[in-house]
């Protein structure tokens, strides 16, 4: 069996919150997203980047990688500190393509060397 390192706290933590009366699946479908969110980033070890990637109606997942091709492609340049532009891309992702951000983010990733071909630049590089 594998070891899980640093995240075995993290799992052994999340194990002990869901026995002892985090909301059950059918809980959180009542939920709005946002609020399912919300609750998803008080397990320990799940923050923003994990709880747009768990959470129905997928968020924008971005992280200092993407966050680098997505500065390209919104904002036409690399970003000299990709952590600090996550949340200028977020809101873009949100502008532009709503509540079907999360797809379209699968998509462009999915898709990044065709999109570097279209583009001219090489987006595969990150």
Known sequence: MAKLGYRAKNLL???KTLQSGFPDADD???M?????????????GIGDYSADIIAPGMGFPIDVWSAKIFNILFF???PEFPRAEIPRIKKEA???W?????HAFVYILNDLP???KRLGI?????
Request: zero cysteines; glycine letters at 8%; hydrophobic letters at 30%.
């Open 76 to 78: 036409g340049k690399e």
């Open 28 to 30: 959180l479908s009542e």
């Open 98 to 102: 709503g509540k079907w951000r999360g």
């Open 122 to 126: 090489d987006l595969t590089r990150f």
């Open 13 to 15: 933590s999340i194990a």
């Open 32 to 44: 709005e997203p946002n609020e399912i969110r919300q609750q998803l980033m008080t397990l320990r």
């Open 94 to 96: 949100e502008r532009r």
């Open 114 to 116: 065709n999109i570097s």
